[in-house]
């Protein structure tokens, strides 16, 4: 999907839910962000549909073996405009972004350090460097690196088939499932947000340990002005996605847009114990406060 059209359907599903447009601003912000960056000098992976399958037939991401062609100068500007969005979001992380833009401009930090890692975003090294909390690394990580990562899969893209992929992992860049679609033939499909990926997934089966004992998932059913959305948490692991029925719900939104326009829902089972990787839009959304009162 281009980048720009996802302006369109944020606009499009506020619509739906205006009572979110004005604490979800910051989201909006990082379209505007996206549909204004350009990729320059950035080429797409070149790999064979060969090497691709050699790489998930290991089980093993895409990008932890690419060639690292995503340069400081590729986020330059998508990362700044964050750090100052998020700056003005938070004034008590003022200090720590402070650091985070001295270690990037000395070469300390680069691209690298926000890629997905097994078990979380980024390496580390952003959270050691600045004293930023790991769900803010991992806002910027989202915020920065989904123009240049869609750029770069963008031919891989095709040489994805059926059955060849089997985690909860992106098979592109590694990073958690954002979201979950069930689409108009039953199957589930996987969304992430890191790089714009998809990927098909069991419907029985835990994404982020793994489990397909019944007893260990838990469907939250929203409000039932809401047909078509559920949370699917898992008991043992007790994490969390959103999921979507496009069956019921055909005029839905891309995953992205359906999960970043459906902050309720995250507290649903967030009070309900749960937690996922992903950053949530209540994150930001309560400016690191309590969200206990916000919907």
Not at 57 to 73: F, G, T, W
Not at 93 to 116: I, K, M, S, T
Not at 194 to 201: A, D, K, N, R, S
Request: aromatic share 8%; hydrophobic share 40%.
């Amino acid at each position: 999907m281009a980048l720009g059209t996802l302006r369109a359907e944020w606009e499009d599903l506020l619509e739906r839910r205006p009572a979110f447009r004005t604490t979800l601003t910051v989201y909006g912000d990082v379209l505007d962000h996206w549909a204004r960056w350009s990729p320059a000098r950035l080429a797409p992976l070149a790999w064979s549909a060969q090497e691709c399958r050699q790489r998930w037939e290991r089980s093993v991401p895409l990008l932890r073996e690419a060639p690292s062609a995503i340069a400081v100068d590729d986020l330059e500007d998508l990362l700044g405009g964050l750090m100052e969005r998020l700056a003005e979001l938070r004034e008590d992380v003022a200090a720590a972004l402070q650091r985070l833009a001295e270690a990037w401009d000395r070469g300390a930090l680069g691209p690298e350090a926000l890629f997905p890692t097994p078990g979380r975003i980024g390496s580390g090294a952003v959270e050691a460097t600045s004293g930023l909390a790991p769900e803010l690394v991992a806002f910027l990580a989202y915020g920065s690196l989904r123009p240049p990562l869609e750029v770069y899969f963008a031919s891989a893209r095709a040489h994805l088939s059926e059955h060849v992929w089997n985690l909860g992992v992106c098979p592109f860049c590694g990073g958690p499932p954002g979201f979950s679609d069930v689409l108009e033939d039953g199957r589930r499909r996987l969304a992430c947000h890191l790089c714009g990926g998809g990927w098909p997934y069991s419907r029985m089966k835990c994404p982020f340990c793994g489990t397909e004992q019944s007893q260990d998932l838990v469907r939250l059913e929203p409000e039932d002005q809401d047909k078509g959305y559920v949370v699917i948490a898992c008991r043992r692991c007790h994490t969390y996605v959103k999921e979507l029925d496009r069956r019921v719900r055909w005029n839905g939104q891309s995953a992205l847009i359906e999960d970043w326009g459906s902050p309720h829902f995250d507290l649903v089972a967030q009070r309900a114990g749960y937690r996922r990787p992903v950053p949530a839009p209540i994150t930001l959304a309560t400016g690191g406060q309590s969200a206990s009162g916000m919907w």
